[in-house]
């Protein structure tokens, strides 16, 4: 099969080689603003480097019109979930119908469907007055906790209520879960459920991942109202991901949903055993069923390491780690999305507790001399 993958993230490479590795052909779509083009290795595939969102529609379109593409491997950016659909049913190659990318491409259309639908959601401020603090924003269009910020001043909130482009929404404190799967001809299958780490208020990008989940028994739950919204939505034959956020109490609220592969599922899964997922993926398109095969635990984690201009850096126990990537040059301050550069390490084990071990004992060696420490 010839294929079509624009690349959101460099984690994602052990998969496309995988998928290459498997006798697929692929067309890559490399965002240079997120992915620094010399820093990763794409092996056979052809390479389509891209400055900006418009250039990664332009390039799609050419790609579409100049090759017999049989599956376009949905990892695009949910902001342009709609302008990829348009493209797709001018070329007649099978992706989500354009009415329901209109849906799928902004939370504030999607979150009011769920709230018609009844699916518990965290409440939408729509007035001033109906905010309590604090509460956090979201832009309507947005990925990967960009933008995405905890709000403690009214004045703040004020000022994001006036931008007129952001979500303001009830705070709740608790774990963030994500599901990942697929649903063809209306049959759901959840094939990894992992747990999201946020620690860098206000902002709350994702700073660390871990599988299995401490939630993965709320599956069924989570599944049935999935079929409820797929239902209206109308959405079939596609991959998908769903954020929840699990409170004290036990109860949880569905937060982020997007069509598309899981960045975070397909960094986790080669480390704990499934490498061909997206092969079977597109062998399940066609009617094959399969079961993701995947062992023991894996946990993936920013280093946490203070901020400054690093002079020297090197660890004694990285042979702890499944991988380790140590920052180069500088650690600079968190903001609004995973700050990869300042480094993580990706470890493995048998659970959830040997892989901390193994993780603390990893950056507890860690040597490092700066410049400037901030």
């Given at each position: 099969?010839?294929?079509i ?12 080689a ?5 006798g ?14 010399t820093?990763?290795?794409?092996g ?9 969102t418009?250039d ?6 050419y ?5 017999k ?16 659909a ?5 070329h ?15 939370k ?29 924003v ?19 909130v ?20 994500s599901?990942v ?12 459920c ?24 709320l599956?069924?739950?989570v ?13 079939n ?23 598309r ?25 066609h ?29 004694k ?5 499944a ?12 903001h ?27 950056v ?11």
């Amino acid at each position: 099969m010839k294929l079509i993958w624009s690349i959101a993230s460099p984690h994602v490479m052990q998969s496309v080689a995988n998928t290459i590795a498997s006798g697929h052909e692929v067309e890559i779509i490399l965002p240079s603003w997120i992915i620094d083009p010399t820093a990763i290795n794409t092996g056979n595939a052809t390479v389509h480097i891209v400055s900006d969102t418009v250039d990664l529609l332009d390039t799609l379109n050419y790609i579409l019109a100049s090759n017999k593409i049989d599956y376009l491997v949905p990892s695009f950016p949910d902001a342009i979930t709609e302008q990829v659909a348009e493209i797709c049913q001018q070329h007649k190659i099978a992706f989500v119908e354009q009415s329901t990318a209109r849906i799928l491409s902004s939370k504030y259309n999607y979150y009011r469907l769920w709230k018609a639908l009844s699916i518990p959601m965290p409440e939408i401020y729509n007035k001033i007055t109906q905010v309590e603090l604090p509460c956090i924003v979201k832009p309507y269009r947005g990925q990967a906790s960009n933008g995405v910020k905890i709000l403690t001043n009214i004045n703040e909130v004020t000022e994001f209520f006036s931008a007129n482009e952001y979500i303001v929404q009830q705070y709740i404190p608790g774990d963030i879960v994500s599901f990942v799967g697929t649903v063809v001809d209306g049959q759901i299958d959840i094939d990894l459920c992992y747990d999201i780490e946020s620690d860098a208020f206000p902002y709350v990008p994702e700073t660390g991942l871990s599988f299995p989940s401490k939630h993965g028994f709320l599956q069924k739950s989570v599944t049935e109202y999935l079929q409820r919204f797929f239902d209206v939505v109308q959405l079939n034959n596609v991959p998908f991901m769903l954020d929840i956020m699990v409170d004290a109490n036990g109860q949880f609220y569905f937060i982020d949903f997007a069509a598309r592969l899981s960045m975070g599922g397909l960094l986790l899964m080669p480390y704990g055993g499934e490498e061909n997922y997206v092969n079977k993926m597109l062998s399940r398109m066609h009617q094959e069923q399969f079961v993701v095969q995947l062992t023991g635990a894996v946990l993936f984690r920013q280093l946490g390491l203070p901020y400054g201009d690093i002079k020297e850096i090197s660890c004694k126990n990285s042979k702890l780690a499944a991988k380790l990537e140590l920052p180069k040059q500088v650690v600079v301050a968190a903001h609004d999305n995973c700050v990869y550069s300042n480094g993580y390490a990706i470890v493995i084990g048998d659970d959830l507790e040997e892989v901390e071990d193994k993780f603390k004992q990893c950056v507890d060696s860690i040597s490092i001399e700066y410049y400037n420490k901030i």
